[in-house]
């Protein structure tokens, strides 16, 4: 897909199988693709600072999580008790 539609495609979403989500995300960020990864991210820490050496490598934007903690709605609930705790 990336061959025929890569210069139409900004960003990857990685669900597949866990044992390939650090050789997808990799992949697209060697691409200059952005990538949101599933959990978990990878099997083994050397995985996990190759990707972050890549990330910062392709200057491309990460996040690893799960779908439901990824929701905007978590994300705002997360920020208003993050600034209650430094006293705003």
């Known amino acids: 897909m990336f061959d025929k539609e ?4 900004d960003a990857v979403l990685v669900a597949i ?3 390939m989500h650090a050789t997808a995300a990799l992949w697209a960020m060697e691409r200059g693709k952005h ?11 050397a995985e996990a600072r190759m990707l972050a050496k890549a990330a910062d490598r392709y200057k ?3 996040q690893m999580g799960n779908q439901g ?9 997360a920020e208003i008790i993050w600034s209650a ?4």
């Open 6 to 9: 890569g210069r139409n495609i």
């Open 17 to 19: 199988p866990d044992h």
């Open 35 to 45: 990538v949101y990864c599933e959990k978990p991210l990878t099997r083994t820490i």
């Open 60 to 62: 491309v934007a990460t």
């Open 69 to 77: 903690y990824s929701l905007f709605g978590t994300r705002q609930a």
């Open 85 to 88: 705790r430094s006293g705003m």
